[in-house]
């Protein structure tokens, strides 16, 4: 059963940067998406990007562009967020995307979310 | 970017009583070459990562009830509770998975009236 688990809450000042990792327990990244997920206290859910491990090259959705660099390794994925704003304070997901080959193509792994708050 | 538009944005329906949620695209996510509809749903409850429901628009995730069902096809898609019970209290989203980059609905929230 594979489990996602995410790095600790994080403070940080506004200008800097954060890296947000998200670890496979039980299992590897191998063959699937990886995608961030953000969560704006008392918000909806914003897609931000996704990468294939390994090999893939990130993919962003537009508001995120130059804002986020995404990787992932075969067990490990991480979310780096730049030049922080008291408005990126939210909660941020790490996903897994089911893109096997006969796989459901849905985000069917979560991982626990990891809170980073700008202050 | 493909849009999602859900509607409503929330409602309160009784215990045993339907729910229904409705998820419009800007454009149809329909792969002709495969007939499917690139849309999942999730449940989302306070202090949890989202859970998927409903993937391909109408297959049900292995262990979701079977009072869970989507439908709809091309750009107008619904998600159906067919008995409320107190435990589906949560926000719904619906997510479109068929252009490169992913978008999901705005999110309608479920209440017990």
């Known amino acids: 059963q594979v489990q996602l688990v995410q790095s600790g809450a994080e403070v940080k000042k506004p200008g800097s940067s954060v890296k947000v990792s998200c670890k496979a327990s039980?299992?590897?990244?191998?063959?699937?998406?990886i995608t961030w997920v953000r969560q704006a206290p008392g918000q909806g859910l914003e897609w931000m990007g996704g990468v294939v491990p390994v090999f893939g090259t990130p993919l962003y959705a537009q508001e995120f562009q130059d804002k986020v660099t995404i990787s992932a390794d075969e067990s490990t994925a991480y979310m780096e967020l730049h030049s922080l704003r008291p408005e990126d304070t939210a909660v941020y997901f790490c996903a897994r995307e089911n893109t096997r080959v006969g796989g459901s193509g849905s985000l069917d792994y979560w991982g626990q979310g990891t809170l980073v708050t700008v202050s | 970017d493909i849009v999602m538009t859900q509607s409503p944005d929330s409602l309160a329906v009784s215990l045993g009583e339907r729910a229904t949620i409705n998820c419009k695209s800007s454009?149809?996510?329909?792969?002709?070459?495969?007939?499917?509809?690139?849309l999942a749903w999730y449940q989302q409850k306070p202090g949890q990562p989202p859970k998927v429901l409903i993937y391909?628009?109408?297959t049900r995730e292995s262990g979701v009830p079977d009072r869970f069902s989507g439908s709809g096809s091309g750009t107008n898609f619904t998600l159906t509770i067919s008995s409320l019970q107190a435990e589906d209290m949560a926000v719904y989203y619906c997510?479109?998975?068929?252009?490169?980059?992913?978008?999901f609905g705005q999110g309608t929230k479920v209440e017990i009236k």
């Open positions: 039980g299992g590897s990244f191998r063959g699937y998406h």
């Open positions: 997510q479109q998975y068929f252009a490169t980059t992913r978008t």
């Open positions: 391909w628009a109408s």
């Open positions: 454009q149809s996510i329909l792969y002709s070459s495969n007939n499917k509809n690139y």
